[in-house]
């Protein structure tokens, strides 16, 4: 057990629908990361907040969004759903703003299935 | 940017056997490397790490060495168990210009060993 949680396990939802997936990262980390894993694209960084701001972005739709709250716990947000939307989401979390050295630690995932 | 370049999979080996698991990268600056490894149906966890050129990291019997001259960190394991089967991602950390930090992973090596 990572320390990461992860809520829903597994999301099934229709094409052009809007979810949320939420992260709590482990006690005293400040940075979430939100990865997505698919077939096709392997795993990928999406976005990265610390202590509440964005810090970097990655490969991330406009499609989607994220923030993180006082409390620090994450929501990703996914709108107009497509097909090709379907993967598993990873959250991670660290404790600093981003040093190379800091592990992440990894949630287990949502399973996001559009159809 | 970075990336990662893992060997090809799936790899398929006898309990007892020696394991390499081929990775090299491309990367400004000076990155960490890491082994995450993923069971089924589970998140990413990791497996070992080294923060500079020449160290070595290990972990349950798996070794890599980050060798800055050949841009590689190559996963080995003298002798593999079956409960070793799951899927092995490298994975870099750079801290440099926007990255913050944010793993860039390779493909992923599935790994399959036998009784």
């Known amino acids: 057990d990572s320390g990461v949680t992860q809520t829903p396990k597994h999301l099934i939802t229709a094409t052009g629908q809007r979810v949320t997936l939420r992260c709590s990262p482990r006690?005293?980390?400040?940075?979430v990361y939100w990865y997505q894993q698919s077939l096709d694209q392997g795993l990928q960084f999406l976005i990265q907040?610390?202590?509440?701001?964005?810090?970097a972005k990655g490969n991330i739709l406009e499609r989607f969004s994220a923030q993180q709250f006082p409390d620090l716990h994450s929501e990703l947000n996914l709108s107009s759903l497509e097909l090709g939307d379907s993967a598993l989401y990873f959250c991670a979390s660290s404790v600093g703003p981003g040093q190379n050295y800091n592990e992440q630690f990894f949630g287990p995932g949502t399973r996001l299935t559009v159809l | 940017g970075d990336s990662v370049t893992q060997m090809e999979g799936p790899v398929t080996l006898s309990e007892e056997a020696f394991l390499t698991i081929n990775c090299t990268y491309t990367?400004?600056?000076?990155?960490?490397l890491f082994w995450y490894v993923q069971y089924p149906g589970e998140g990413l966890q990791l497996l070992l790490k080294a923060t500079k050129a020449d160290d070595k990291g290990s972990n349950k019997g798996f070794e890599a060495t980050y060798r800055k001259e050949t841009t590689s960190f190559h996963l080995e394991k003298g002798s593999v168990q079956v409960s070793d089967s799951a899927v092995y991602f490298c994975a870099l950390s750079n801290a440099g210009g926007t990255s913050y930090g944010k793993l860039t992973f390779g493909q992923g090596t599935i790994l399959t060993v036998h009784p």
């Open positions: 006690s005293g980390d400040l940075s």
């Open positions: 907040y610390y202590n509440g701001e964005e810090r």
């Open positions: 990367a400004t600056g000076y990155p960490s």
